[in-house]
């Protein structure tokens, strides 16, 4: 079946402007994550989501971060008034749940963000 | 928060050759993960550890979880030139955000000219 698709691919804005980033998991996974990479540094953990809700929003760089995940699928990350130190890999990642060992999570793409 | 320390950032291979990668943290994980990213691709797992002084392999690679639950090591063996890329170790703890990731900084695995 198909992978976590994210979109867009690559996303060039200005900088002040607001952006969504949207993730389609794995579909019937209830567990959805989302990480953000900057150039050449491992992987920041932003927010999880367990069905709709997300309990714990404090991996979120600032307020100007939000996300919301609908039917339980479908999640958008958004920017508002984008900085230049934004620019980064936003990750999605998917699990079948939250459970303990041997929940794999699986990643998507990634969408590259660039505020100049 | 827990830190966890990949070394080395990078390291050239000559094809045949062993290498050797390895990470440690400041604090306890419940399982230990093993990634590699390809450039434009999302990280894809390659080892999974769950419990202390596992020594699990895959293929080539060879990975073990430290007795003290505090690192973790990565082998890979008779390197080819697909094993190039940006290979990552990731902790678990259960039950913390939603069993989140934490992710070493990456060690870049380049071909020596």
């Known amino acids: 079946g198909a992978g976590v698709s994210q979109s867009p691919s690559n996303k060039v804005t200005e900088k002040g402007k607001d952006v969504e980033l949207r993730c389609d998991p794995i579909?019937?996974?209830?567990?959805l994550y989302w990480y953000r990479q900057s150039l050449g540094q491992g992987l920041e953990f932003l927010i999880y989501?367990?069905?709709?809700?997300?309990?714990?929003k404090s991996g979120l760089p600032s307020d100007r971060f939000s996300a919301e995940r609908t039917g339980g699928s479908v999640s958008t990350l958004t920017i508002q008034r984008t900085q230049q130190e934004d620019s980064a890999v936003y990750l999605c990642a998917s699990s079948p749940r939250l459970a303990g060992a041997g929940e794999t999570q699986y990643f998507g793409p990634g969408t590259r963000l660039l505020v100049l | 928060g827990q830190q966890l320390n990949q070394s080395p950032q990078s390291m050239f291979i000559q094809e045949g050759e062993d290498v050797s990668m390895n990470c440690t943290s400041s604090?306890?994980?419940?399982?230990w993960l093993w990634y590699k990213q390809d450039p434009g691709e999302g990280p894809v797992l390659l080892i999974a550890?769950?419990?202390?002084?596992e020594l699990t392999s895959n293929g080539r690679l060879t990975a073990q979880f430290g007795i003290t639950r505090k690192d973790s090591f990565l082998n890979i063996s008779a390197s080819i030139p697909s094993d190039v890329g940006i290979y990552f170790c990731?902790?678990?703890?259960?039950?913390?955000?939603?069993?989140?990731?934490?992710f070493g900084g990456g060690t870049r695995v380049l071909v020596k000219p």
């Open positions: 604090s306890i994980f419940n399982t």
């Open positions: 989501f367990q069905g709709n809700s997300a309990p714990d």
């Open positions: 579909s019937g996974h209830t567990a």
């Open positions: 550890l769950y419990k202390a002084g």
């Open positions: 990731a902790g678990q703890l259960y039950k913390a955000a939603g069993n989140k990731l934490t």
